[in-house]
């Protein structure tokens, strides 16, 4: 059985969620299921009547001083699953026809984790800035170090090994449980084909997003230590941003010093530019604030 989880709390984008994955559940050749974990203390009630022929709601009420429980909601989703294969997706992801299909072949198979493609609603590839997708090739596959959970699966009992999602992170509790998986000897597949939609969102939401990962970021240095001796090499990011934010007083000697963003221009050349640079800053700006802080 293959039970797909989604996690949310007032998001209204969520009734076209589950209209789509719904509707790839039910052509399924084996038995499937949604599980919805919401936390929005019946906000959205209309959107559970609307879908309760189709989908097992979970009514979640977050533990007591947890303002962010998004790692206590996914261990609840995976608990109250039935299936052997779990998939999340995201409250506002707009699945792709083949989807589900192509995200649990490889689970049906030899497959203990896969990952698959999130595009914004313009069609062009849109990764959240914390999660710099690094692609190691073995084989005929290709897989990642990390990848988000918006579109992503496993099998339970890679779950089960690591017993769930770390609930002392607020955000950033997947690129933990992805780094964990590639520590415990597991692999997570990229399943480029199993692709889906996202709205990110105007730019403030964006920005906010970039600067708590930042933030996320940190602390999941902090946690897996031994990843900072290659930090320069596979996440470049969350070095070379802070410390362009903290040479910006250079700027009153050296007037040329914010130019340095061009070489990070030229390199993104191909995708957004203004776009990629505004996140990465927020993104340095959240691993300073955290840094600062402890």
């Excluded at 700027?251 to 191909?270: D, G, Q």
């Amino acid at each position: 059985m293959i039970s797909v989880v989604i996690i949310s709390k007032d998001e209204a984008s969520l009734d076209d969620t589950l209209a789509g994955v719904s509707s790839q559940v039910a052509g399924l050749d084996e038995p499937g299921e949604v599980v919805v974990v919401d936390a929005s203390a019946g906000r959205l009630d209309r959107i559970r009547q609307r879908h309760e022929a189709q989908v097992r709601w979970i009514d979640f009420k977050p533990p007591a001083g947890v303002p962010v429980s998004i790692p206590h909601q996914r261990n609840v989703g995976v608990r109250a699953a039935i299936g052997d294969i779990i998939v999340f997706t995201d409250a506002g992801c707009l699945p792709d026809d083949g989807w589900l299909e192509r995200m649990a072949t490889p689970l049906r198979q030899c497959e203990n984790a896969v990952a698959g493609t999130s595009r914004d609603l313009s069609g062009a590839l849109a990764f959240p800035t914390a999660h710099v997708r690094r692609v190691e090739h073995a084989g005929d596959g290709s897989y990642l170090v990390e990848c988000p959970t918006l579109n992503f699966g496993f099998r339970r009992g890679a779950f089960d090994a690591l017993g769930g999602f770390d609930e002392r992170f607020a955000y950033g509790s997947d690129v933990d449980f992805t780094w964990r998986l590639n520590d415990a000897g597991y692999r997570v597949l990229h399943v480029p084909e199993a692709s889906l939609r996202h709205d990110y969102g105007p730019s403030r939401r964006r920005n906010r997003r970039s600067y708590v990962y930042g933030k996320a970021r940190a602390r999941l240095y902090r946690k897996h230590r031994a990843r900072r001796r290659s930090i320069l090499r596979s996440d470049p990011i969350a070095v070379v941003y802070p410390l362009f934010l903290l040479g910006l007083p250079l700027t009153l000697i050296f007037p040329w010093y914010p130019l340095l963003l061009l070489i990070p221009a030229w390199r993104n050349r191909s995708d957004r530019v203004i776009r990629v640079l505004v996140d990465h800053l927020w993104f340095g700006a959240g691993v300073l604030a955290e840094l600062a802080r402890r």
